[in-house]
């Protein structure tokens, strides 16, 4: 069992930048491959980004490769989402997922086991 813990959204202009971070307890950190998701109001949540269990390999969305960047900091038990040059499409509600054990970079969101509640992120034109 893991416990997931999102912060550092906000309201933020496009152009700008926010870097969110995910906080998890429970199990080894070091044990769990780490995403980001997002799900808009209406639409279905998607895949952010991810990173491996031990930080070495990530993979984006199209949408957002070349401007957002996916961390993790295993002594801190922390993943990180740094947002920049955000656009009014990057509003959502974004999730830190982690998965069990996962030998490579997770995409889908069924392949993870746990899910934070969620931090908002609101950029205006």
């Known amino acids: 069992q893991v416990q997931l813990v999102e912060t550092g959204g906000g309201l933020v202009q496009a152009g700008g930048s926010l870097r969110l971070s995910c906080a998890a307890s429970?199990?080894?950190?070091?044990?769990?491959?780490m995403g980001w998701f997002r799900q808009a109001p209406g639409k279905e949540r998607e895949f952010v980004g991810a990173i491996n269990l031990n930080g070495v390999r990530t993979s984006y969305a199209g949408s957002v490769k070349g401007r957002f960047t996916i961390s993790r900091d295993n002594a801190k038990n922390t993943v990180y989402l740094q947002m920049n040059n955000l656009k009014p499409e990057d509003t959502a509600l974004y999730y830190c997922?982690?998965?069990?054990?996962?030998?490579?970079?997770?995409?889908?969101?069924?392949?993870?086991?746990?899910w934070g509640q969620g931090t908002q992120v609101t950029v205006s034109s």
């Open positions: 429970g199990r080894t950190f070091s044990s769990y491959a």
């Open positions: 997922a982690a998965a069990y054990l996962h030998s490579s970079v997770p995409t889908m969101s069924s392949q993870y086991n746990y």
